[in-house]
């Protein structure tokens, strides 16, 4: 399985994140898709995940500012995260777990998002 | 949430020496605590996941313990290839957390 996230590296504060995560090869189905983040330096952050059906989960702690959604046909899952800030700043990854668990064996290259005016 | 905490958050060592990282949790998470390793500007791998069980490809260097509350990575014998961060993460209950992880450095 390999995973390539995308989008634009710069974000007003306020706005709104958008970022892809494509998944090229091997299976898509029965598989919970995670976003993770990093902020410069520090450890990571389980944003949430989408399973391919379009159940989701998010942490409480941005659940209020999240929405992911999936395009089964484009083999894609999405996060949009609103009303950004500097504390948003992260290099974001998507990832997986081999088998549908949460033990992420899978990872995108992650793509980093600068919340800047 | 369950707290994760890691100790230390740094360690100098040598080639050859042996090494153990600690996580802590707040609550139990029985055995549901894996361990991943961490080089600069790439993604996390995993090394090892349910307290214990090593990935396929990991050298058998690595080995984690614990239940409960406490887990501990150990390296028996530190390669140069080894120097990296490391994080655990719970997925014993919702939302998924990891700790704050643990430089480790050539001494």
């Known amino acids: ?117 | 949430d369950i707290q994760m905490t890691q100790s230390p958050s740094s360690l100098s060592a040598s080639v050859g020496d042996r090494v153990t990282i600690t996580c802590r949790t707040s609550q139990s998470v029985t055995k549901y605590l894996n361990w991943y390793q961490q080089k600069p500007q790439r993604a996390p791998k995993l090394l090892i996941s349910a307290t214990s069980n090593l990935q396929n490809g990991v050298p058998s260097r690595f080995s984690g313990s614990g239940a409960g509350t406490v887990f501990t990575l150990t390296i028996s014998s530190l390669q140069p290839e080894d120097f990296a961060t490391y994080f655990c993460q719970q997925t014993s209950t919702m939302p998924l957390t990891f700790g704050g992880g643990t430089k480790l450095e050539i001494k």
């Open chain 1, 1 to 117: 399985v390999q995973l390539q996230e995308s989008g634009p590296g710069l974000v007003k504060p306020s706005e709104t994140l958008s970022l892809i995560c494509t998944v090229s090869t091997g299976s898509f189905t029965n598989y919970y898709w995670s976003w993770i983040r990093q902020p410069p330096g520090k450890g990571l952050e389980w944003i949430g995940y989408i399973h391919h059906s379009g159940n989701t989960k998010y942490n409480p702690a941005l659940k209020s500012r999240v929405t992911m959604s999936v395009d089964t046909s484009k083999r894609q899952v999405s996060l949009r995260l609103r009303s950004v800030t500097t504390a948003d700043t992260a290099l974001y990854f998507c990832a997986s777990g081999s088998g549908g668990t949460y033990d992420f064996d899978y990872w995108g290259q992650g793509s980093l998002v600068t919340v800047s005016s």
